[in-house]
């Protein structure tokens, strides 16, 4: 994990901001694989193994920064998140009546709400990749959604916060790439708040949900 990191500075000091490269592809595509190999190693469940392995590919699809890799890479990333959502709902320590309990409740209306507006909004930028992004976010709204189940004991309730990190990166890309004007001052922080709450997100999945509950 500390390799992982490491990447994932280098990434978010130097590159996250700069113009596709060899290199800035090699770095964000380790920095997530290290994870997943992380996983492994310590004997993670085979879902959140196969949804970090599909996240960094998606990481590499994105960095090449070309149409058809780019619509590829939302493939992957969509994949990543079915694992997640699936492997959370079969989590021990997953109790999916509680979704319909107070306050969780209330916060998954929430959720759905900003994910409609997001679709909408998305609909109306995103041109020719419309559908396959609107279609992208009730799957990223799912992901948050499963993790409102989990029961907040010890290391899962990492695995709580990383999904709203990961919800916060995938909102704030969809911002930059379809919304944000270029030029627009709020474009010079997205590629940091994106690469810090994503990475950040997929180090709380792996210790939220391969560290073992006490």
């Known amino acids: 994990m500390v390799a992982a990191a ?16 060899t290199a800035k592809t090699v770095v964000k595509t380790v920095s997530v694989a290290l ?25 590499y699809l994105l ?10 890479g939302v493939g992957a990333f969509a994949l990543g998140h079915l694992f997640y959502i699936g492997g959370i709902l079969s989590f021990p320590l997953s109790v999916p009546a509680q979704l319909g309990t107070e306050p969780i409740v209330w916060i998954v209306a929430v959720l759905i709400c900003l994910a409609i507006v997001m679709a909408v909004v998305l609909f109306r930028h995103a041109g ?25 004991q010890g290391p899962v309730v990492f695995a709580l916060f990383g999904a709203m990190c990961f919800l916060t990166s995938d909102f704030v890309l969809a911002l930059e790439m379809f919304v944000l004007r270029v030029g627009n001052v709020v474009r010079k922080a997205t590629p940091f708040v994106i690469w810090g709450t994503y990475w950040s997100a997929q180090l ?11």
Not at 35 to 59: E, F, Q, R, Y
Not at 129 to 146: D, E, K, N, T
Request: overall charge positive; charged content about 10%; some cysteine.
């Open 35 to 59: 994870l997943a190999l992380a996983s492994v190693l310590v004997g993670g469940p085979w879902w959140l193994t196969a949804a970090l392995c599909a996240c960094a590919l998606g990481d």
């Open 63 to 72: 960095a090449l920064d070309r149409g058809k890799a780019f619509l590829v």
């Open 6 to 21: 490491i990447f994932a500075l280098i990434y978010w000091l130097w590159f996250c901001y700069k113009p596709a490269s």
């Open 204 to 214: 709380l999945l792996l210790l939220g949900l391969a560290l073992p509950v006490k």
């Open 128 to 152: 020719e990749m419309r559908f396959a992004v609107v279609c992208y976010v009730p799957v990223i709204a799912g992901l948050g959604v499963s993790a409102l189940s989990l029961a907040p």
